[in-house]
Each structure stands twice: as C-alpha cells, then as structure tokens.
C-alpha cells in the first residue's frame, strides 16, 4: 500500500473507502463524513487494479490528485493506492499498514456491499470468514439494504444525509455538455474539467459521426 496522505494518531477503528473515484464525488465524502460517526480515521483507497472495471476516463495520477484537493480540510482522511481491488486484500495491505491495532471497517454503498456478498471468491476465503477480518458500514443507495441475518452483527446500517450521486452521472452529463460541477466537490471542479476535457471531447465526436 503506498499513501499520498496519512491522518496523524493511530486509530482504534479505520473505515476503509475504496473507489474508482472517477470522479471523487459529493456523495463520496457525504459517506465518509457518516462514517467518521463509528470510526476515528478514514483512508480513501484507490487500486491499481480493480476486480470488475478497466481504468477509463481520468488516469491513476489525475484521480489521486483529485482526492488530495477534495480532502484537504479533513485532518481525519488519508489517501492511499492498493495493489488489489477486493474487500480483502485491501483490508490485509490496510493490516499490514496499520497493525493489529485497529478494527477494519469497509465504507461503501448498497451495490457495492451486494457485490461484495455476490462476488464468486472460487478457492478463496467464504464470505464469513472475511467478515472475522473487517466489518461493513453500508449506506442505502438506489434501494435499501438489507444484510443477511446470519452476518447481522458484521454489516451495519450507515446513515448518509446527502443524496446519493454517481460517478457515471458525472461523466454521463460531461459527455452530453450537462452541468456536471455542482455534483463533486467544489476544490476539484477545474481539475476534473481538466482531467476529463479530451474523455468528454471524444464522446461528442463520437456521438456526431
């Protein structure tokens, strides 16, 4: 795991928020700001590799330095690249970074949390016994989730204040030249416009032919 920002202190319970964040969005750091209610520190993940999606749009280094701007006035967020996508192996280089300290808590949305059950692990650790290794914090998004019984006491609800926006309906209204900026953070809107400016161009052109 490399870090690009790393709260101060050593916490006693890390919510862990891995993303594309392609773009990071308002609704990513509304989630975040819910989480800091359970947990001391928030480290936004960004992998090198994702399980379930190629890299498209903004490239690795533009997305890190979006989040940098985005969380620069919260002493409680830390920035980080895994090497791997999954639940797991983020959660062991997370173990690896921080000890055997803190108690591990995965961040994210319904579908996410769905997927993260869903997913076929093959030979690999059962859902339950990922869940001796980190819990969840999941927030309804596009319906409402509901955490299997047996694995009630490792999945918690996490109310989120703010309306749920995607990434994909960011870069939907760039490419069709929708108002888009009011939708991430304020502090990124000029580097996303940047950092998007040919993706969206190549859209358009494409749509004309």
């Known amino acids: 795991m490399e870090f690009f920002r790393r709260a101060p202190g050593a916490p006693g319970k890390l919510g862990i928020l891995a993303g594309a964040f392609n773009p990071p969005t308002r609704a ?3 989630l975040a700001r819910a989480a800091l209610g359970w947990v001391d520190e928030v480290v936004f ?16 280094a533009e997305r890190v330095h979006m989040l940098e701007a985005a969380l620069q006035d919260e002493p409680r967020y830390s920035i980080a690249a895994s090497e791997r996508g999954l639940f797991l192996e983020i959660a062991r280089e997370c173990r690896a970074e921080y000890g055997p300290g803190p108690e ?26 990922q869940l001796r290794e980190f819990q969840l914090l999941v927030a309804d998004r596009a319906g409402r989730f509901q ?13 989120m204040e703010a309306d749920w926006i995607s990434a994909t309906a960011v870069r939907e209204r760039m490419r069709s030249g929708q108002p888009w900026e009011e939708l991430v953070p304020e502090a990124i809107v000029e580097l996303a416009r940047r950092a998007y400016c040919s993706f969206c161009a190549a859209s358009r052109n494409a749509r004309s032919r």
């Open 28 to 30: 990513h750091l509304a």
């Open 45 to 60: 993940v960004l992998p090198r590799v994702f399980p379930h999606k190629a890299y498209e749009g903004a490239g690795f």
């Open 104 to 129: 591990l808590y995965f961040v994210c949305g319904r579908d996410a949390a769905e997927r993260f059950l869903e997913w076929d692990y093959g030979a690999g650790a059962p859902v339950g016994e």
């Open 147 to 159: 955490a299997p019984p047996e694995l009630g006491d490792r999945i918690h609800p996490l109310a």
